[in-house]
């Protein structure tokens, strides 16, 4: 049974750090994408960073600030996050695909952990 646990959400100052970590079990990294995505009150969901085998891909919107990083001793993936803004605010998601691939698309992720959430004061 595949099981994904992220931890780390909190409030923070805007301009602050978290660090986020997905624990995963069941599933092996090598056959595996890992993907953060968020939602916030009223939007849709949407992805913030993937990787898969040391290749990895950010959002636009958190390139330069936000740095997805996997420890696979420890079948964990971690989403380190810089220069938080409020906008950031949102219930945080990691999830699994079991493909090497790197896709920011929710639709095509097979596991989802119960989110976590970040909240940025201004």
């Known amino acids: 049974e595949v099981q994904l646990v992220e931890s780390g959400g909190g409030l923070v100052q805007a301009g602050g750090s978290l660090r986020l970590s997905c624990a995963a079990s069941?599933?092996?990294?090598?056959?595996?994408?890992i993907g953060w995505f968020r939602q916030a009150p009223g939007k849709e969901r949407e992805g913030v960073s993937c990787?898969?085998?040391?290749?990895?891909y950010s959002a636009d919107s958190v390139k330069g600030r936000f740095t997805i990083s996997s420890d696979n001793d420890k079948n964990t993936v971690y989403l380190e996050m810089n220069s938080l803004k409020p906008e950031d605010t949102a219930v945080y998601y990691c999830?699994?695909?079991?493909?090497?691939?790197?896709?920011?698309?929710?639709?095509?992720?097979?596991?989802w952990g119960q989110g976590t959430q970040v909240t940025v004061s201004s």
């Open positions: 990787i898969t085998n040391s290749r990895s």
């Open positions: 999830a699994g695909l079991g493909r090497d691939v790197l896709t920011l698309l929710p639709s095509l992720y097979d596991y």
């Open positions: 069941g599933l092996n990294f090598d056959d595996y994408a």
